[in-house]
């Protein structure tokens, strides 16, 4: 393809002006984008290696392009939002699965703190962790304006409060709130303790993972929204859990969201390894429910 480009691009190099010549790169670089893109998407079964042949493929498309900085800007082609999206996408496509289970819960962290509005309602709950004991402890205070979820108007939500990603968190179980009956403003007013290794807290993508849910007696229970919190940003007490006074501790606000509104591509890319992944195959398992709802 190289070849074929370089050939093409000689006969219109000498035939054009050099401002109609860098127009025609542009947009031939736009097409070949559409073309890469379209390769990536048709097949499912394509494999790690045709991942990395892509990436490379991408790399040498760039140089060629750029031409020792006498064909188009590098910085035209890397402000292309296909291109970026591309890399990126190649480049999670290169990285291990753990690392991007990690990636997936910071992307979903960058989503939680940018928005000011949303339309499932918001937790609000704080934590803390107590470095002697070894303790996280998360205390579930409310929800606001959740979603009706039953026929009455109103729902019965309880919130799940786990900490992920699973492969880091082997020993911690999900823990649970009590179900307060047909309301959208439950109250809880409850703590949970996780025992966790205080080293825990300074690795990205680390988070505690809430979802609210309806619940039901007859039907299944109703998704209405999930929240994260980064566990780098709980606080760590070094007093004893008893000395401590809890009124100090700041309340967090969470909007709930829905995966659904933010599609992720490391999403894409650990379904193409479900297969042979087992790690994969298990996160996807965990997210399936509500990546579509
Ligand atoms: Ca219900």
Redesign the pocket.
């Given at each position: 393809m190289i070849e074929y480009l370089d050939s093409n691009f000689r006969i219109y190099k000498e035939l054009a002006f050099k401002s109609n010549f860098s127009m025609l790169l542009k947009i031939q670089w736009i097409k070949l984008l559409d073309e890469i893109e379209s390769n990536l998407t048709k097949d499912n079964t394509r494999s790690l290696v045709f991942f990395s042949k892509m990436h490379e493929c991408l790399d040498i498309i760039t140089d060629f392009f750029t031409y020792d900085n006498q064909g188009v800007q590098l910085d035209f082609l890397c402000s292309i939002e296909k291109f970026k999206q591309l890399k990126r996408y190649l480049n999670y496509s290169r990285m291990d699965t753990q690392n991007l289970i990690q990636l997936y819960y910071q992307e979903m962290i960058e989503i939680q703190n940018s928005l000011r509005f949303g339309d499932y309602g918001k937790l609000i709950c704080r934590a803390c962790y107590h470095c002697k004991e070894q303790i996280l402890a998360v205390e579930i205070l409310k929800c606001k304006n959740i979603l009706p979820?039953?026929q009455n108007g109103l729902?019965?939500p309880y919130v799940e409060i786990d900490l992920k990603p699973k492969f880091v968190f082997l020993s911690c179980d999900k823990q649970t709130t009590s179900v307060v009956k047909k309301t959208l403003n439950p109250v809880y007013n409850e703590t949970f303790d996780f025992k966790i290794n205080e080293k825990c807290l300074n690795q990205t993508g680390n988070v505690i993972h809430f979802t609210v849910m309806?619940?039901?007696l007859m039907w299944t229970n109703?998704f209405e929204g999930e929240a994260f919190l980064d566990l780098s940003s709980v606080p760590k007490l070094k007093g004893d859990s008893s000395d401590i006074n809890y009124k100090d501790l700041k309340y967090s606000e969470l909007l709930l969201i829905r995966p659904k509104d933010f599609p992720s591509k490391i999403i894409d890319v650990l379904e193409y390894r479900k297969d042979q992944d087992k790690l994969a195959l298990e996160f996807l398992k965990e997210r399936k429910d509500k990546l579509y709802i």
């Open positions: 979820m039953d729902s019965d309806d619940h039901d109703d």
